[in-house]
């Protein structure tokens, strides 16, 4: 410590002392250090810790000034056989080591930036900054580690924070559910794999004390935090992702209604506002597509009010639009164009049901309106892609253009899908759409070699084509003209459509854990990615798509080859379905029926929304 003091501008002298001490460390751990023990009446026992209550404090106290000196200093992607005395890394093994049996109000706070600390550097270390994958099969080996030091950090903070008072905001409770959902998106951001967030205990009733407190989080952080936007803001989103859609939908009415209210007290000068402009915006899109994902996969009829409830969000995300935020105001008319695509669909299931139960209300099947609605979807879509192009984008424009009606125009739906495709082309849905376009223009053979390119992504998130790759084998992206041949006159007038960028990106890039002048940790909120980013789809989800993918290759199989040719590939989807057993036993799984005509494969078209419109 005196080194730091003596030469702050060569912190590696003092890093370097601090390194003379790491014998010393390993004695303490070998002789001193043990887990605590349980009493009788179920508390834990520290009585060992306290003896020796001095002799932590200096650990603590060494361990806290290596570890806030290696983050300044050493890259988060070096590991610890690079430099033994410079590498983060090998510092976090002590800490893990020597803190097993400090109970949780010792030194709160220089634990807690120990802790931010570390678990920034799992994030910048591990996020993914290229294109993601098809599916995640499984948690990485990290974030185990990672989880047990949001439970240490979580009995910390229980220990030294209170509930907060009128206009306090509980900002450590914040910042470590920031933290902790930054871990969840560095560890590949699947549904399936946040219930260690969400608050899902575990079934066996063996665990110790420590690994049940890490399947709760964001229910305990709202019993030390009053309506924090922030907190509702990911319950949303992990209860969505997660398959609770009714708890997801009712915690986002509750942000809207907390966040709402203050931004308007504080346009009187009453109260401060809660939420930031952007995160309201993201956060209301979300919600929206969100709804409008929901109920157009739903057959409640029901349904038409929380879809009229999305529509009204659409003009409290306009009132605090930034309009120089192209990405906002392109997702919020891509938002606006998917509400009024529902919005037509579900007035034709409720007229549809309405006639044959004879039930009366006011619903949108009025034939004077679908017409408008699709007009101001298909203008939503157009301006969208036009703002800033994105893969969603074009895909919702494809579709706009495959409906039948005096807006449809296969070629151009065929050259929308062929640019979302490039944008994004591990996603199976789309080689999907575009091969049924291929098959409305009675292009068989271009259509066949995109299905199948698309049910290739199943096996590779399968882990079926690892050695496949290195044998020179095409890549399934897009970009070769054998993949989308398209009338070259017909064309897209390039101002109106660009291309999407394709976002690549080095395997990682340098980073560090802490700046080397900052004096204070920067906020978590820097670590997350936007609500509106893609997320990977979970296992039923690729199971559903590939199943829809394989079903239209039998009907195009029967199209083209007959009822013989068909036989061959309805083995083959079989055989394929026998090998997933066990990875999705829904009912809600789209199924196409064996069709006879080029027309009828069209109709899948006008379909498709409900199954690919996320």
Same mark, same amino acid.
């Given at each position: ?27 303490? %751990? ?16 520290? @009585?060992?810790? &306290? ?24 890259? %988060? ?66 974030? &185990? ?15 030294? @924070? ?20 930054? %871990?969840? #998106? ?102 929206? +597509? ?6 157009? *996969? ?18 409290? *995300? +306009? ?43 006011? *619903? ?33 424009? *494809? ?60 096996? #590779? ?46 395997? &990682? ?6 700046? #080397? ?27 559903? &798509? ?69």
């Amino acid at each position: 410590m005196s080194h730091e003091k003596l030469y702050p501008s060569e912190l590696h002298r003092a890093l370097r002392i601090y390194h003379f001490a790491i014998p010393l460390l390993t004695i303490v %751990v070998s002789e001193f250090t043990s887990p605590p023990s349980t009493e009788g009446t179920g508390k834990l026992d520290f @009585t060992p810790f &306290y003896q020796l209550h001095e002799v932590w404090r200096w650990v603590e106290s060494l361990l806290w000034r290596a570890v806030v000196l290696s983050a300044r200093l050493c890259e %988060v992607h070096e590991n610890e056989a690079s430099d033994a005395t410079e590498s983060l890394w090998k510092w976090f093994g002590h800490y893990v080591k020597c803190s097993t049996g400090w109970p949780a109000k010792f030194r709160t706070a220089h634990r807690s930036a120990v802790i931010s600390v570390y678990l920034r550097a799992f994030v910048l270390r591990h996020r993914v900054l290229s294109e993601s994958p098809v599916s995640i099969p499984k948690p990485p080996a990290w974030l &185990y580690e990672a989880r047990a030091l949001c439970a240490d950090y979580r009995m910390i903070l229980s220990s030294s @924070t209170n509930f907060p008072r009128a206009g306090e905001h509980n900002v450590k409770v914040e910042e470590f559910v920031d933290l902790c959902v930054a %871990v969840w #998106e560095a560890a590949g951001g699947m549904g399936e794999h946040a219930g260690w967030i969400i608050d899902v205990r575990p079934q066996s009733t063996s665990l110790s004390p420590v690994t049940s407190l890490s399947f709760q989080i964001l229910w305990w952080a709202t019993r030390y935090t009053f309506n924090s936007p922030r907190v509702y803001r990911h319950m949303t989103r992990l209860f969505h992702l997660s398959g609770d859609m009714s708890l997801a939908i009712r915690t986002l009415k509750l942000y809207v209604q907390i966040v709402g209210k203050a931004y308007q007290a504080s346009k009187q000068g009453v109260h401060e506002d809660l939420d930031s402009d952007s995160d309201w915006v993201q956060t209301l899109v979300f919600g929206i +597509r969100m709804i409008c994902r929901h109920a157009a *996969a739903s057959g409640d009829p029901e349904g038409i009010e929380d879809v009229k409830y999305a529509g009204t969000l659409i003009e409290k *995300a +306009r009132s605090r639009l930034a309009q120089d935020k192209p990405l906002l105001v392109a997702s919020l008319h891509l938002a606006e164009g998917v509400w009024n695509s529902v919005m037509v669909l579900k007035g034709m299931n409720l007229s549809y049901i309405r006639h044959h139960l004879y039930l009366s209300s006011q *619903a949108e099947e009025d034939p004077y309106t679908r017409p408008q609605r699709l007009q101001d979807a298909h203008r939503s879509f157009i301006l969208s892609v036009q703002t800033e192009p994105t893969s969603s984008g074009y895909c919702h424009l *494809a579709l706009s253009y495959a409906r039948s009606g005096p807006l449809q125009d296969l070629q151009k739906a065929i050259e929308s899908a062929g640019l979302a495709l490039e944008a994004d082309p591990k996603e199976i849905r789309y080689w999907h759409l575009l091969g049924l376009l291929l098959t409305a223009q009675e292009r068989w053979k271009e259509a066949a070699e995109i299905l199948e390119r698309g049910a290739e992504l199943d096996k #590779e998130a399968s882990g079926e084509l690892e050695d496949e790759d290195d044998e020179g084998g095409a890549d399934p992206g897009v970009g070769e003209e054998t993949l989308i041949t398209t009338n070259q006159s017909s064309t897209i007038d390039p101002p109106s459509f660009r291309p999407v960028k394709a976002k690549l990106a080095p395997a &990682y890039r340098m980073a560090y854990a802490l700046g #080397e002048t900052e004096t204070t940790i920067p906020p978590a909120s820097g670590l997350l990615r936007s609500m509106l980013e893609k997320n990977p789809p979970s296992k039923k989800d690729v199971y559903e &798509y590939s199943l829809q993918l394989r079903m239209t290759q039998v009907a195009l199989a029967e199209v083209v080859n007959g009822p013989e040719g068909a036989e061959e590939k309805w083995i083959d989807v079989f055989s394929w379905i026998a090998g997933k057993k066990g990875v999705s036993q829904s009912s809600e799984c789209w199924s196409c029926p064996v069709l006879l005509s080029c027309d009828e494969l069209l109709i899948i078209v006008n379909r498709f929304p409900s199954t690919i419109a996320r």
